[in-house]
């Protein structure tokens, strides 16, 4: 079974910049998984922000962005806000018309 | 503007059928660029991707392993909604369930319902 990986909690300083990464349990992540990206509030559905590993979704910032580091698909938030606070995923196509998340990474911005 | 609204019981009983049904404004269930997703989220599972139907001349359908034995999605044309079904539920399928359009088949999910939460408690 595909286990997609995702730091369980990050912080970052408001202004500062941050990256969250999204892992294979076996193998490397590459643009082949259109990984993408969510952020999601307490309450709310989630948010799309990045798709196709680094196209923006309509009306997201250009302080956030998606790319392939290593390994594994990063998400990268330059210029942190306090309203970036937030619970992210990632989700890659693992094959066979399977999609799979990740565990999700709890941001902290302080 | 795409909108899907969620409907079903917030409560099932074990070895039950979980029913629940998203109803699509906006966009056509039988789209030939969308597909139609169900997607849960749990405090011990985190967000899980289900399954999900997409009409290409004719109806295609994909299901998560871990529940392949158990679940049906159906595309309901005349009334342009999408629903779910999860037979035999058990505590553990307890959470929110959403229901979300993915354009294109990219994992592009630019639209969701609002959630229901589901309880599975005798």
Do not use: M
Request: net charge neutral; with cysteine.
């Amino acid at each position: 079974q595909t286990v997609v990986t995702q730091e369980p909690s990050f912080s970052v300083s408001p202004g500062g910049t941050v990256t969250l990464t999204c892992g294979l349990s076996s193998g490397s992540v590459s643009t082949s998984h259109y990984a993408s990206w969510y952020q999601q509030t307490p309450g709310q559905a989630p948010r799309a922000l990045i798709y196709k590993t680094n196209t923006r979704s309509s009306g997201v910032p250009d302080r956030f962005s998606g790319s392939i580091l290593g390994n594994k698909a990063a998400l990268t938030i330059t210029g942190a806000q306090a309203d970036d606070e937030s619970d992210y995923h990632c989700l890659l196509y693992v094959g066979s018309g399977i999609w799979v998340f990740g565990g999700g990474t709890k941001l902290t911005v302080l | 503007q795409v909108q899907l609204q969620q409907s079903g019981p917030g409560l099932v009983k074990p070895s039950q059928t979980l029913s629940l049904t998203c109803a699509i404004s906006g966009d056509s269930v039988s789209s030939n660029s969308a597909a139609w997703n169900w997607i849960r989220q749990s405090p011990s599972r985190g967000l899980e991707w289900l399954g999900r139907a997409y009409y290409r001349s004719k109806w295609n359908y994909d299901y998560v392993a871990s529940v392949r034995s158990r679940i049906t999605i159906i595309p309901d044309t005349p009334n342009n909604q999408i629903s779910l079904q999860l037979n035999s539920v058990t505590p553990e399928d307890t959470a929110v369930y959403y229901c979300a359009k993915d354009v294109a088949g990219t994992g592009y999910f630019d639209y969701w319902g609002q959630g229901t939460l589901v309880t599975v408690s005798s």
